[in-house]
Nanobody, 120 residues
């Protein structure tokens, strides 16, 4: 019902920057929130940043001041600008969307993930 296409990511040296983008398409009646999660090897998936339909944003403590989540106004695209990257940011990053597909039916949808590697 809802498809997510992620782009960006890759490899960068510590202190560098990368940008991720995610476009949602399909039978979307209303987008409640868009977010980025990440999962490092051997660790659980964790919330990195989220942005709700009211414009509010939330960040994990570990990325505050370094990452910025933004959403194109009126659009179904969310981006994550990652600056001052650290080796511990290495993970697979997943786009997540919470959306209503009808006036009463909603769900959480996930992108396939895009890897980010921070290494010298």
């Amino acid at each position: 019902q809802v498809q997510l296409v992620e782009s960006g990511g890759g490899a960068v040296q510590p202190g560098g920057s990368l940008g991720l983008s995610c476009v949602a398409s399909g039978s979307i009646f209303h987008l409640v929130a868009m977010a980025w999660y990440r999962q490092a090897p051997g660790k659980e998936r964790e919330l990195v940043a989220s942005r709700n339909s009211g414009g509010g944003s939330n960040y994990a403590d570990s990325v505050k001041g370094r990452f910025t989540i933004s959403r194109i106004t009126g659009g179904n695209t969310v981006s994550l600008q990652m600056d001052t990257l650290k080796p511990e940011d290495t993970a697979v990053y997943y786009c997540n969307v919470r959306a209503y597909v009808t006036t009463s039916e909603w769900g959480d949808y996930w992108g396939p993930g895009t890897p980010v590697t921070v290494s010298s």
